[in-house]
């Protein structure tokens, strides 16, 4: 009873008072809450300061407007619209929708629309908003916390946020699965399987002619076997993937080496239409874990030669006494380096540049993409369906693709187009394509 009686006559914590900010006092910098030269430390603070005069700017332009349309007031001016008071209404401002009273203009068929009030209108400025801060990994069950609280507010609940990310993640979807890849002139693809709790996809990016890195496509999966990768790789092609002479750099996975084998024929020089090349930093770890530490620093040194050989008979020469270590050393990593010897030898045949052939030499640009992604989706802890999944994955892709730097030594990829022409048997394949038709 004693604790009932208690809780009773607990007094309610007191309403923290609105305080009204004249433009005056925002003149002069007597704003509660700041103090001249202190940093703000929220952005309420600062969007809250900045909406007020935002809004009487608005409202003069909507006041000039109307004056423009109807002439100055008590003017009678003969053809001229005419007034027709105020209604409430709302426009929207720092990523948020604002209750105004719009000035309102009657004409011979019915209301005059106001093309500024038409222009806060669009709807398009709070969807960007809500967009931005999702990426920014703001929780949307708890956006209407995060977001600023300014007088005369509203439309913010959580269920309108979560309607606008899921329209604008939908929207970032379809762009990834229809963009044309035939403006981006790619000349090499890095595919590569990144899984992402109990859900997996595969994930392909591309070198422009011009250097700059694209995220192509996604194909959903929860391994990276040849059927995904096939299926995957017949998208790229209907979207303007080139049907030949382009380079795929790969961690020597076993699904993705034979859909690739299935598609293009890598192995056989007389109806090759792509080449490849294998990551050395994949394969070198294949081969370490047969080897013990001693032998390692015995034989990291020659392998590594192969890659920083000037031309292909240096290569040979480094791969051949390799190979002898390797024989003295152990069998499992002999097998396993002869396994990858053509393609890691691929890299010298097309006669790259030192800048290239020290990118295309590994897969850590699809590496560092996969790193980005992890990082953008690692809150999420439940995925509802695989569209859900999906949708957030083309986001984070496009999004990170921004911040993807041109490769070093771009200008020497026309030199690259030159040389995969020459080793891919793209005639026969037209030929072929011809008879078989």
């Not at 407007?65 to 100055?72: K, M, S, Y």
């Not at 209108?121 to 990994?137: A, S, T, Y």
């Not at 990858?340 to 897969?363: I, P, Q, V, Y």
């Not at 509802?384 to 949708?391: A, W």
């Amino acid at each position: 009873m004693s604790i009932q009686l208690h809780l009773a006559q607990k007094k309610r914590k007191p309403r923290r008072p609105v305080v009204a900010i004249s433009q005056r006092e925002l003149e002069e910098a007597r704003v509660p809450g700041f103090e001249p030269g202190v940093m703000l430390d929220s952005q309420h603070l600062l969007i809250s300061a900045l909406l007020p005069p935002a809004v009487k700017e608005f409202l003069a332009r909507c006041q000039a407007e109307v004056t423009g349309l109807c002439g100055r007031l008590h003017s009678r001016d003969e053809g001229r619209l005419s007034r027709w008071g105020t209604q409430a209404g709302s426009i929207y401002l720092g990523g948020q929708k604002v209750a105004v009273q719009k000035p309102r203009v009657r004409s011979p068929d019915g209301e005059q629309r106001l093309a500024i009030y038409e222009e806060f209108q669009d709807p398009k400025l709070f969807n960007d908003q809500v967009f931005q801060e999702g990426l920014r990994r703001v929780a949307q069950r708890d956006y209407e916390k995060g977001l600023p609280k300014i007088a005369a507010s509203f439309g913010m609940s959580k269920s309108k946020v979560s309607k606008t990310w899921v329209k604008a993640t939908e929207n970032q979807l379809e762009k990834l699965r229809t963009r044309d890849l035939k403006a981006f002139g790619i000349a090499a693809v890095f595919i590569d399987g990144k899984r992402f709790s109990k859900l997996g996809a595969v994930v392909a990016l591309g070198v422009g002619s011009d250097g700059r890195k694209h995220v192509l496509g996604l194909y959903q999966s929860s391994t990276e076997h040849s059927a995904a990768c096939r299926e995957l790789l017949d998208d790229l092609e209907r979207r303007g993937l080139p049907e030949s002479e382009i380079l795929f750099v790969v961690d020597g996975g076993s699904g993705l080496n034979k859909a690739l084998e299935e598609k293009y024929q890598i192995q056989d020089p007389k109806n090759r239409r792509a080449y490849r090349v294998r990551c050395f930093v994949h394969k070198w770890r294949n081969i370490a874990d047969v080897l013990t530490e001693r032998q390692c620093g015995e034989a990291a040194p020659l392998f590594w030669a192969i890659r920083e050989a000037r031309d292909l008979t240096q290569a040979l020469e480094c791969s051949a006494a390799l190979e002898r270590v390797l024989g003295k050393l152990n069998a499992s990593a002999l097998n396993s380096f002869l396994e990858a010897k053509d393609d890691l030898l691929a890299l010298h045949r097309l006669g790259l540049s030192s800048e290239l052939r020290k990118f295309f030499s590994t897969t850590n640009p699809i590496e560092s993409l996969n790193s980005l992604l992890e990082e953008d989706l690692r809150r999420v802890k439940r995925w509802r369906d695989s569209l859900h999944f999906q949708r957030w994955l083309a986001t984070a892709c496009l999004q990170n693709e921004k911040r993807m730097r041109r490769i070093r030594g771009y200008r020497a990829l026309p030199a690259l187009i030159v040389r995969l022409q020459s080793l891919c048997a793209h005639k026969n394949f037209i030929d072929g394509s011809t008879q078989a038709a």
